[in-house]
């Protein structure tokens, strides 16, 4: 589903220039641990530097729409970035794929939110998906997800969330700009994060933010890792009752 009109022109704009901040510093890393290859453009766990990723995620849109996809609570999985140019390889975000690796066909995993900084058009790459694949175990052939899959076009700002089981594949950029998006995905409390926000992010950070947003990021749904921390009354509990 694409849904519009729900970023101000403003948030956008320091979101894309915060992205490509983010992206170097991310490299950086990438680079100096020698998996730099296939990751051009990509970077990962956007939060933590109080600039508007921060921002985006504590006035995050379609909460009743996730809330609603997973039919209670739900936890950010991973919030991501990535720079589709020309000039670089799509490396994997590219190739075909899903992101959630393991197949549930009843239940309801992870849910992608896609942010477009740019608009997405045919000739800059828009993801290309295939409806109603969420339903498919298997990948499939290039040739099949040529045939079935449709591009997701839209204008700057537009938000595209789709079920994570869906097959689909950034597509190339033919032009001479970039094609920016964030990449959001969440999950049901009890599913592992791809980093742990809470302690990445630290007591401060939560200590800033409304109930509701402590919560998205993981803070009511943390392992406890001590015998004191587990023997706690409700309130104080790492692991609250009402995460599922
Ligand atoms: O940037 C895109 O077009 C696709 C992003 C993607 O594949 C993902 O978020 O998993």
């Given at each position: 589903?694409?849904?519009?009109g729900?970023?101000?022109?403003d948030?956008?704009?320091?979101?894309r220039?915060?992205?490509?901040?983010?992206?170097?510093e991310?490299r950086?890393?990438?680079?100096?641990?020698?998996?730099?290859?296939?990751?051009?453009?990509?970077?990962?766990?956007?939060?933590?530097?109080?600039?508007?990723m921060?921002?985006?995620?504590?006035?995050?849109?379609?909460?009743?729409?996730?809330?609603g996809?997973?039919?209670?609570?739900?936890?950010l999985?991973?919030f991501?970035?990535?720079?589709?140019?020309?000039?670089?390889?799509?490396?994997?975000?590219?190739?075909i794929?899903?992101?959630?690796?393991?197949f549930?066909?009843?239940?309801r995993?992870?849910?992608?939110?896609?942010?477009?900084?740019?608009?997405?058009?045919?000739?800059?790459?828009?993801?290309?998906?295939?409806?109603k694949?969420?339903?498919?175990?298997?990948?499939?052939t290039?040739d099949?997800?040529?045939?079935a899959?449709?591009q997701?076009t839209?204008?700057?700002?537009?938000?595209?969330?789709?079920?994570?089981?869906?097959?689909?594949?950034?597509?190339?950029?033919?032009?001479?700009?970039?094609?920016?998006?964030?990449?959001?995905?969440?999950?049901?409390?009890?599913?592992?994060?791809?980093?742990?926000?809470?302690?990445?992010?630290?007591?401060?950070?939560?200590?800033?933010?409304?109930?509701?947003?402590?919560?998205?990021l993981?803070?009511?749904?943390?392992?406890?890792?001590?015998?004191?921390?587990?023997?706690?009354?409700?309130?104080?509990?790492?692991?609250?009752?009402?995460?599922?």
């Amino acid at each position: 589903m694409l849904f519009s009109g729900l970023l101000s022109d403003d948030l956008l704009h320091r979101l894309r220039s915060d992205l490509r901040t983010i992206y170097g510093e991310r490299r950086a890393v990438q680079e100096r641990n020698g998996i730099g290859d296939g990751m051009e453009g990509t970077c990962h766990h956007l939060l933590g530097a109080n600039n508007a990723m921060d921002e985006f995620v504590a006035s995050l849109p379609l909460h009743t729409f996730i809330h609603g996809f997973f039919n209670g609570p739900y936890i950010l999985n991973s919030f991501g970035g990535f720079i589709n140019e020309a000039t670089a390889s799509n490396g994997y975000i590219g190739a075909i794929h899903r992101d959630v690796r393991t197949f549930s066909r009843d239940f309801r995993l992870m849910l992608n939110m896609l942010v477009m900084l740019d608009d997405f058009t045919v000739e800059n790459g828009a993801t290309h998906l295939v409806s109603k694949s969420h339903n498919a175990s298997e990948k499939p052939t290039t040739d099949a997800f040529q045939a079935a899959a449709i591009q997701a076009t839209g204008v700057a700002g537009d938000i595209l969330m789709f079920d994570s089981r869906l097959w689909h594949a950034a597509g190339r950029n033919g032009t001479d700009m970039p094609r920016r998006a964030l990449t959001l995905t969440f999950t049901r409390p009890f599913f592992k994060p791809q980093l742990d926000y809470p302690r990445f992010l630290g007591d401060a950070y939560a200590a800033a933010l409304p109930p509701q947003v402590r919560q998205v990021l993981g803070y009511d749904a943390r392992v406890p890792a001590s015998i004191e921390e587990f023997y706690q009354p409700p309130e104080r509990r790492a692991y609250k009752s009402d995460q599922g």
